[in-house]
């Protein structure tokens, strides 16, 4: 239904039913006396005009009840249960409307809820008349508006909607059928039409959040299947009820703000979703507060927007410090907020307040002391304790401090105990009791971030710290150390160099510094233990190992008396300056020269442990004794300090010379030395290297070298002898091995080969005696009773083997074989049950002779050997020798 008035006409009116919930199954159970309200209304109805009547039973109770409907733009009711219209309606066939009807008690506050829906004539389509007229252009199919049908209907079922007629049907029987999803496709079975009326139905309740619309086609075919109309397009759409509740997205949403906020700050979101439809206020949700926890400062903290569900602050004095968390009751109700009808859903908001710098760090107390013994770094002197009412563990929390004032030389700081948030005094410089005894600072503690706008710092994050110095015991030091002193070398002992004394820097005390010596490498100097005063033991040697770079350096250490007693050292530096006290001498000592002067020469050099001017220039002779010297020999200057040797003579003879060479320098007292120099002269070859035996004797091994040779020699030669120890040993054992087999008797490692026919046994040359019995051996073959193989089997009386008769019958074949293995089974030589017996030994009993004895005679001369001459080819040489033919 719409307003009326003006161009436009009213909204037609929509036909509904009712579908009571809460009738009373018993009498005496309050609720209406329907469950189902039908209620037909004219086309047009009137502002103010009664339409229908709802009862409602008390039991008699007589408690008021008030009701209400969800519709009051459109419909009234009063108490009585009179439905009245509220403004000016117009029927509409093609439309349905629900109305929702709500008792509730006065007295429980209980809730009974009736839906109502118009029901008028059931409405009827018809399929769209044809024209077959060619004078004017055929009309177009009808647009047949949809047809609603509420969701979760109680029925009963099925239920009419509509009627489906063609105009045809007067003059023939027509058959009516639906098609599409619902019908006659999946969800089968939900719409349902009598072929021979037409009246389409629902049957069963539908579902709007599953379906919400359905689109069915209507045919209308005569009795023999032909098509009599075209088919037309029903929409049925499927009306919303409020029947589900708004559901939040999460149950528990989390949010922060910052403490200090203002008014009107935005906290969070919260959402929450309704599966009716959300054009219509089913699907309609807003937002209130139900509850805030705790009610702190106010109880009105927090605002939520009921559309968009946004929630922001709306009162002054968020303080973390004094309530860090809030507890929101969100309710989210359909119906547009409607606490009549709509449907509602609660979710909790926790709101975390965030904590801001608005609590400056304070100290404990105003003044802090310590003390600390002087000369000690790194050491606490102070711990500096703050409160602060920020969450701990962030930057408005932890505490920076600074010296503001009292350590102009910058001797302590106050690093932060990230565990504690304690300020730790700390020397980083070494204190001097004498200089100053007591210091004052002045330290300020703030935070790692600014404080809140409109804060500032109290007096108490200033503090003061009074900090003693005790005195220590400290350590002489020599002044200036080290002590530099320059003299000549060669001074003699018991000369006194200098006074190297300590000082006591403990200016307040009375104590007596002893001298002693820590390091003196060569052992030259002394020092007074008293005095300091350092003097020689021994000559002071510029050119001793012991020197570097001119400079010999000795540790003195200065010990007070003081308790416990303190010590420094000091080191004295001398500087010994050069005299001309070292004589040149050669270099190098030996050389070699060929026999031939020509092309070789030595060149020398001279080296003098002084320096300059007491060293080079140097001046080279030869010496003048012995007197062959200058009559062989030859000497000339190159430069200051190099000359060169060579011989005087065309040819000098092989072998080893000594040469005395005499070197100046050129101090200022010039010192000579006599060095020889050793010279082997030998024979050279085209390159100048000598190749005489001499010069590889030169060579010659060490001692060492020789004992190492002859050791190696001695060892090859142990090793040879062993190896032949070892040969021989093993002819030995294999010639005693030998000793044991018999040659003649061992025929098991030999392969003996009978499967090659050959010419006969001519061609074979086999021992056949080993084939013979044991009995019929010669008495010479058999072996010596000492001498048996290792492998042989042991020595046991002979078993008693069964033998064949001279004329065996065919049938004790089998008896020979049964005694035989019951013999071997007896005879512990025997092999293994899984060896192979040998059953055709046949004994000493047996009638045959020689094979020579077939070419005799005498025997066998009155047989018949014919019947030799049936048995093929390969006995046809028997046949001719005893078939018949004397020849």
Known sequence: PGPSGGDHPPPPLLPFQIAAEGRGAPPCKPGFSEDTYKVVLPDTVEEGRPLFHVDFLDCGRGAPVRMECNNPSDFRIEADGVVYAARSLQRSPQHALVLLVKAIDGTTQQQMMVHTAGNTDLMEISFPSRRNSQLKRMKRDWVIPPINVPENSRG??????????????????????????????????????????????????????????????????????????????????????????????????????????KPGTFVMTVTSVDKDDPKTANGMLRYKILSQTPESPTSNMFTINNKTGGIITVAAGLDREKVPQYTLIIQATDMEGNPMYGLSNTATAVIRITDVNDNPPEFTAEMFSGEVRENRVNVIVANLTVTDKDQPNTPAWNAVYKITGGDSTGRFSVPTDPTTNEGLVTVVKPIDYETSRTFVLTVEAKNEVPL??????????????????????????????????????????????????????????????????????????????????????????????????????????GLDDGKPPASGTGTLQI??????????????????????????????????????????????????????????????????????????????????????????????????????LRVKVCQCDINGDCTDQQHIMAAGLGTGAIIAILLCIIILLILVLLFVVWMKRRDKERQAKQLLIDPEDDVRDNILKYDEEGGGEEDQDYDLSQLQQPDT??????????????????????????????????????????????????DPTAPPYDSLLVFDYEGSGSTAGSLSSLNSSSSGGDQDYDYLNDWGPRFRKLADMYGGCDD
């Not at 239920?159 to 029987?173: G, M, P, T």
């Not at 008693?800 to 089974?825: T, V």
Request: net charge negative.
């Open 452 to 557: 809140a706008r409109g804060i500032h710092y109290p007096h108490l994050s200033t503090a003061t710290v009074s900090i003693r110095v005790m005195d220590e015991n400290e350590s002489p030091y020599f002044e200036p150390n080290p002590k530099l002193i320059k003299l000549e070398e060669g001074l003699m002992p018991e000369s006194a160099l200098t006074i190297f004394t300590a000082q006591d820097p403990d200016r307040f005390m009375r104590q007596k510094i002893t001298y002693s010596k820590l390091s003196d490498p060569a052992n030259w100097l002394r020092i007074d233990p008293n005095t300091g005063r350092i003097t020689t033991i021994a000559t002071l040697d510029r050119e001793s190992s012991y020197v570097k770079n001119n400079l010999y350096n000795a540790t003195f250490m």
């Open 575 to 676: 500087y010994l300056l050069d005299i001309n006290d070292n004589a040149p001498k050669v270099f190098p000592q030996e050389a070699e020269i060929c026999e031939k002067p020509e092309p070789n020469a030595i060149n020398i050099t001279a080296v003098d442990g002084d320096l300059n001017p007491n060293a080079g220039p140097f001046a080279f002779e030869l010496a003048h004794r012995p007197f062959d010297v200058r009559r062989n020999w030859t000497i000339t200057r190159i430069s200051g300090d190099h000359a060169q040797v060579g011989l005087k003579i065309g040819f000098l003879e092989s072998g080893i010379y000594e040469i005395p060479i005499i070197i100046t320098d050129s101090g200022n007292l010039p010192m000579s030395n006599t060095s020889y």
């Open 156 to 261: 009963p079922f099925p239920q009419e909607l509509v009627r489906i007629r063609s105009d045809h049907d007067k003059s023939r029987a027509l058959r009516y059928s639906v098609t599409g999803p619902g019908a006659d496709q999946p969800p089968t079975g939900i719409f349902i039409i009598d072929p021979i009326s037409g009246e389409l139905s629902v049957n069963k309740p539908l579902d709007r959040e599953h379906i919400s619309n359905f689109h069915l086609r209507a045919h209308a075919v005569d009795l023999n299947g032909n098509q009599v109309e075209n088919p037309i397009d029903i929409v049925i759409n499927v009306i919303d009820m409020n029947d589900n509740r708004p559901e939040f997205t999460h149950q528990i949403w989390n949010g922060t703000v910052p403490e200090g906020s």
């Open 777 to 826: 051996l010669e008495p010479d073959a058999i072996k010596p009773v000492g001498i048996r193989r290792l492998d042989e089997r042991p020595l046991h009386p002979e078993p008693q083997y069964p033998m064949r008769s001279a004329a065996p019958h065919p049938g004790d074949i089998g008896d020979f074989i049964n005694e035989g293995l019951k013999a071997a089974d007896n």
